[in-house]
Nanobody, 114 residues
Framework: VQLQASGGGLVQAGGSLRLSCVASGSINGVWARRWYRQAPGKERE???????????NYVDSVKGRFTISRDSAKKTFYLQMNSLEPEDTAVYYC?????????WGQGTLVTVSS
């Protein structure tokens, strides 16, 4: 099974983007779905989590601006990003964490211009 992340692009500050992460097949034993990001010259940073039980968490810097959600029927989860800031510029990676292993998408670039 592979994850395909998409939806990145160039947007002005204050704009919005919606990232999607699609799984190519069914994944068993899922505990959580997450988004991470890696800005130029920085380490990868956790952004948001949606746990299988519905619990949702965000890094403080995106609270109130980003929303993580999922559509199980489509094997897809999303990151709606509003009020984007230049500091949000990064490659965004999706991740599915299971009791067996982690799955990672290839990353999608988000560039926010000031």
């Amino acid at each position: 099974v592979q994850l395909q992340a998409s939806g990145g692009g160039l947007v002005q500050a204050g704009g919005s983007l919606r990232l999607s992460c699609v799984a190519s097949g069914s994944i068993n034993g899922v505990w959580a779905r997450r988004w991470y990001r890696q800005a130029p010259g920085k380490e990868r940073e956790w952004v948001a989590t949606i746990v299988t039980n519905g619990e949702i968490n965000y890094v403080d810097s995106v609270k109130g601006r980003f929303t993580i959600s999922r559509d199980s029927a489509k094997k897809t989860f999303y990151l709606q990003m509003n009020s984007l800031e230049p500091e949000d510029t990064a490659v965004y990676y999706c991740n599915i964490n299971t009791k067996y292993r982690d799955y990672w998408g290839q990353g999608t670039l988000v560039t926010v211009s000031s």
